[in-house]
Nanobody, 122 residues
Framework: QVQLVESGGGLVQAGGSLRLSCAAS????????MGWFRQAPGKEREFVAA????????SYADSVKDRFTISRDNAKNTVFLQMNSLKPEDTAVYYC???????????????WGQGTQVTVSS
């Protein structure tokens, strides 16, 4: 099993930046991909970005491409999401997720964190 803990959320003005972190523990040697998803009030959870643990291949949702960057620190079993040029529509709970088996970068994912709130004011 893998446990995930997100951090770094908060309140920021439009145009600002935030950096989310997600620390993994447990069977981290088996991690295949790690991803970020978000869910805004009244909306379904949506894919944001993901990274392949071994190759660093990445994938982004069109809505965040060129603004968000996903990266990882293998030694610390941590994945990051650098969010720049934030917009009010980026407001959501952001979830970290991981898989221990070979899957598409966009999922499905088996393990999830509890989420961290990101609020972007206009």
């Amino acid at each position: 099993q893998v446990q995930l803990v997100e951090s770094g959320g908060g309140l920021v003005q439009a145009g600002g930046s935030l950096r989310l972190s997600c620390a993994a523990s447990g069977r981290t040697f088996s991690i295949y991909t790690m991803g970020w998803f978000r869910q805004a009030p009244g909306k379904e959870r949506e894919f944001v970005a993901a990274i392949r643990w071994s190759s660093s291949s990445t994938s982004y949702a069109d809505s965040v491409k060129d603004r968000f960057t996903i990266s990882r620190d293998n030694a610390k079993n941590t994945v990051f999401l650098q969010m720049n040029s934030l917009k009010p529509e980026d407001t959501a709970v952001y979830y970290c997720a991981t898989n221990l088996r070979a899957t598409s970068l966009r999922g499905p994912y088996a393990y999830w964190g509890q989420g961290t709130q990101v609020t972007v004011s206009s």
